[in-house]
């Protein structure tokens, strides 16, 4: 079930809502937060059903799987060597279980087509390369279907685990609390992901208010706009350009292509973060910021502090430290990055192209490490920095969006061999007035605005004008994004396919 959808809006959210608030107001105080977990794991559940009712009973098996794991950690907590090494045991089983359980779902289409692929017929090197380039695990072999939400899922488990094994929290005693940890559909899908002592917490012990309330039917607002007015409607001539044969396909379509879907990606994305977020704050909770304006970054190191933050920080915490980090040394630090940004490559997809993604910006970090970034820092004119990170990191999208590397390869050769218009679409075909007020609103509003606009907006915020703007704004986006679904602009989300 998307967020941007009818469905949604006006029948999924507003009874949850009107439940809750109801259990808030004839609830005893001692039993209120109890019943409304409930109610917020039903509807949980029922939205994670709408996957099917196999993929529930998996995820069912993952809380009861995680949740004894947890237990079973938690019991080991003497210092003899015997209880550290029981406990080290558990906590690897136990990871282990939940990288197996996610690389079978997620990888075992693409490896099954690999393997037909080196074992088949081959008609000489160069059919055998394009071939694997070309493999994106549906040529008729895909047999296991990827079960929603079980990226993010895996991963807030194992920030779980690992959070109990370092003795950072204890072990969850209740079922119904660490159930809906791993299930609370404003985070479900696609994040933030969250860890468990900051969502724990509010699992136990919250307070909604009115004030809370309408920040996060604000924050709704304005992620469903980014959502449906100006992804959605990049997306039209973004999915046009990209699903063109290559042969058709013209130098400036294919730099055009870039453009808006780097914007697609990124109101899509952080759309759907500001409604989680907003969707949090009407049932009392506090959930992680996700994006901080990305595309202002001087340098891609920046670019990942402020690109899908919960997940930069997992890879942080639960890959990059635990190897070291920085501590051990130049050559040991370069290859751990090398690690994190491969493994952040092939957790977002099952294909060559995330996995050359990951390297692109591990390569990209590295020499950042090395030299680039005291350049960066020491350059006077920034806006060349700004240049130098806003193409990398679009060059990067090819990867990321292209369905296999073979077409990378060819799309990105387009891209600079300067094919002529004529044998292309005509570039002014893909624009009318809808796209152009969402490209120009998609570049001014993904920083630029906001930035300007902060330090007098603090200045003003109880300005009696600056309130009434505050709530006329919102409610505007929220009725134009519902009128283009009402009129079938449905589009669904980039990263629920992750």
Partial sequence: MEFASVTFIWVFLPSCLILFYLLYLVQEPNHRISAQNVLLLVFSFVFYLWGGVYALLLFLCMILFN?????????????????????KGVFVAAVLGNLLLLCFFKYFNILWSFARIIVGPKEGLKSFIIDIMKC?????????GLPLAISFVVFQSISYLADVYKRKIQAEKSLLSFALYLSFFA?????????????????KDRTPSVELFGDGVKRFCYGLGKKVIIANTIAIASDRIWGLDLSQICTAEAWIGVLLYSLQIYYDFSGYSDMAIGIGKMFGFSLSENFNYPYTSSSIQEFWRRWHMTLSFWFRDYLYIPLGGNRKGLRRTLFNLFVV?????????????????????????????????????KNPIK????????????????????PHLYHAYKYIKVMFMGVPEQLGTSIASYFNADLIIAVVFGILLSGMIQRLVQPVYQKAKHVLLVKAIEIVLPLTIFGWSLLLLLSGSYNPSIYGAF
């Avoid at 004894?68 to 029981?86: L, N």
């Fill in 187 to 203: 985070q479900l899908v696609q994040g933030p992901i969250m860890r468990y002592e900051i969502l724990g917490k509010q699992i």
């Fill in 67 to 87: 949740y004894g794991a947890g237990i079973w950690i938690d019991c080991f907590s003497g210092e003899e060597d015997v209880f550290k090494k029981s406990r």
């Fill in 136 to 144: 994106d695990g549906s040529n008729g072999t895909r047999r296991i």
């Fill in 383 to 402: 806006f060349i920095n700004w240049l130098y990170t806003i193409f990398a990191v679009s060059f990067g999208w090819v990867f990321f969006r292209s």
């Fill in 341 to 377: 940004f491969l493994a952040t490559g092939i957790w977002h997809g099952a294909n060559l192209t995330f996995v050359v993604w990951g390297v692109w910006f591990a390569f990209l970090s590295i020499i950042e490490r090395l030299f680039l970034g005291n350049l960066l820092s």
